[in-house]
């Protein structure tokens, strides 16, 4: 459905295009945006390599566990089948560690491991089960203590403060993570698994 999208939105604006006399503009438009998007990839390349690299060293380091029993008293309740000390658990511990300092898209790998490990824990697979709504939920969310990420665009933007925004963050972070948290509970029962 998404390539049917795509392809008509494309489409669309080659006509245009054509009708008003602007096929430089969509050449020119076209260069462009490969250019952002290898840009994009290679950055995404980066962090996936990074974020990938640190997990190893965390497991052969015995550092998801401790991060597992960390956790534990949010993992518990938040993702029923789920324990701490599995690989669902680790990966969505790692996940949420991530989130916290702000990190942005590099969690993305750590987000999708997290997602493989919760779709082995789904006995149907045409629909998602309460913890990957949650996870997804939480991750989408994401409670930030360090916003590292906006704090590095403030700073490349000029901000002579750019982590002033800090109280902001954490409450709206916060509120973000309790309204959604709260939604998936709602709406747990309307969707059994």
């Not at 938040?78 to 701490?84: A, D, E, G, K």
Request: with cysteine.
């Amino acid at each position: 459905m998404m390539n049917y999208l795509f392809v008509g939105m494309i489409g669309l604006s080659l006509v245009f295009g054509l009708l008003n006399g602007r096929v430089s503009q969509i050449s020119t438009a076209a260069l462009d945006g490969g250019l952002s998007a290898v840009k994009l990839v290679i950055s995404l390349c980066g962090s996936l390599c990074l974020w990938s690299g640190v997990m190893r060293v965390a497991q052969k380091s015995g550092l998801t566990e401790s991060l597992g029993r960390l956790m534990a008293p949010v993992i518990r309740p938040l993702f029923r089948p789920v324990t701490p000390y599995s690989e669902a658990g680790k990966w969505i511990c790692m996940n949420m560690a991530a989130n916290l300092i702000g990190l942005g898209n590099a969690v993305t790998p750590l987000g999708i491991a997290a997602m493989r490990e919760l779709e082995k824990y789904n006995g149907n697979r045409r629909r998602a089960t309460n913890s990957m709504v949650m996870f997804v939920v939480l991750n989408t969310a994401s409670l930030q203590i360090i916003p590292t990420t906006t704090a590095m665009l403030r700073l490349a933007a000029g901000s002579s403060s750019p982590m002033e925004i800090v109280p902001a963050v954490w409450i709206a972070s916060l509120c973000s993570v309790l309204s959604g948290i709260m939604m998936v509970w709602i709406l747990n029962p309307l969707f059994p698994e």
